[in-house]
């Protein structure tokens, strides 16, 4: 495990500590937005002063004494996050040290422990952190990608370079594009932690990478960021949910296997790899069990064998499936028709049901080519004549029903996750 302290607060590999911002432009707001922040208890608070209005350091300094009235205790990030790294404020090199330098020199006695430097802002920054240093400031050394995905060796290139800064936290923060990009952040993450001493902070921003945020054992990141009153980027959830992903990421309750059901396009494959990634249970896709033990497509067994032989293939590999235990099943849609495979499905654990609307699943499905039962009739009233049918059984069989309107992963594997809890 690796473990440094820092004043007031420890970081460890280990346990990732949650941190939230506040974001006001002037002084009420700041205050605001702080006494809400403290209410929710955060290990961290980041002060995003690029959202800040002020046109002079000291400026700064009288917000800071403000928000010690308030915040007695939780240590604060000052960072001033510029534009060319997607932040709020565009300042140049000398004007961008000298703030940090100030916070540094008044910050402490003001509940701030870390200044975020932009380490590739400018080739001097190692001198900015050994300034810092000199002050008795602790740095987060930090470097942001608002429009892509380095690959691997990139990233783990950019983190040891701003261990090599001399920051006592490295940072990294980039957006994905696909999936791929999110499983690249991870593996990046974990040959990063393994390779440098210090701590590290890593995130895949959007909707997309939000898994990122509440898998620190995977990650090995030593901060996530929530959303408080507002969020400071992309797909941050907010801390309840956040809170409660990190408590079952640690100490998972769940017991057996889930099996995950529901039409077409309620997203069950998604949700089990996301669900997968914060419990660290073992994912399984039924339909991509069948296409590698048939060695064709599910396209190809209806075509070449007809529905009733694929529906035995089904049963059969969903019985293989079940020999083992703590899983996630990702299952077809009509696995659950064929009362055999409920009973598999019952008897190794618990049938969680995504729902959605007609309308959803329509605009999910629509361009699809792959659905050997909607190539036919690629309608929403063909949808929702189907979706009639499967229904009511859908809702029989279901132990625990979860709604996946909202498209949100991250609120669906949490909404499912108190059920769990709920259910015992």
Known sequence: MKEKNFGKITLSNNQARVCVPVMGKTTEEVLQQLKSVVEMEPDIIEWRGDFFETDNNEGYLNVLKQMKDVNEN???????????EGGNKKIGWNEYCDLCLFIAEKGKEFNVEFVDVEVFKDDKANELINSLHEKGMNVIGSNHHFDKTPDKEEMVKILSTIEKSGADVCKLAVMPRDKKDVEVLIEASKETDEKIKAPIITMSMGELGAVTRVIPKITKTSVTFAA????????QPGIKVVRKLLQENKHCPLQGNIAIIGFMGTGKTTVSSALSKITGLKEIDVDAYIVEKAKMSISEIFEKYGEEYFRNLETESLREIANNKNQIISCGGGAVLKDENVDILKNSGTIVLLTATPETIFDRVKDHTHRPILNNDMS?????SLMEKREPRYQSVADIKVNVDSNDRILTCYDMLCKLEEKG
């Open 228 to 235: 408080g009153v507002s969020a400071s980027a992309p797909g």
């Open 380 to 384: 929403l009233s063909h949808v929702k």
């Open 74 to 84: 939780i240590p604060v990030i000052f960072t001033i996050r510029t534009d060319s």
